[in-house]
């Protein structure tokens, strides 16, 4: 009995509580913008860790795009787009002259 008692005050203080922590905001940016931010935004930092190399000039599949195409067992859509997209004596070594980072920022 007294742990039926317990969760009904459990239940009836959340459910008086959560009308008061609740803000209502209207599904527009307008709304989502009246949004308090938290104290620490301003001051936090966040970090990305970019794979960003000659495999990106074929710009199909990932760094593992050589393996995928020139490895034990090739893929069979890497060697399609190659035979595709490229000359025929085209080698990895190639990609490197067209790896730019003319929009990088």
Do not use: C
Not at 37 to 52: N, R, T, V
Not at 65 to 82: E, I, L, Q, Y
């Amino acid at each position: 009995m007294q742990f039926l008692t317990t969760v009904l005050f459990v239940v009836v203080l959340y459910s008086s509580i959560l009308p008061f922590s609740q803000q209502q905001y209207t599904p527009d940016w307008k709304s989502l913008d009246t949004r308090p931010l938290p104290a620490w935004y301003d001051e936090s930092k966040i970090g990305i860790f970019i794979h960003w190399g000659v495999f990106s000039v074929p710009s199909f599949e990932s760094e593992w795009f050589w393996w995928d195409w020139k490895g034990s067992n090739p893929s069979p859509a890497a060697v399609a787009f190659m035979n595709r997209t490229y000359p025929p004596d085209w080698t990895y070594a190639d990609f490197a002259s067209q790896f730019r980072a003319e929009f990088y920022s």
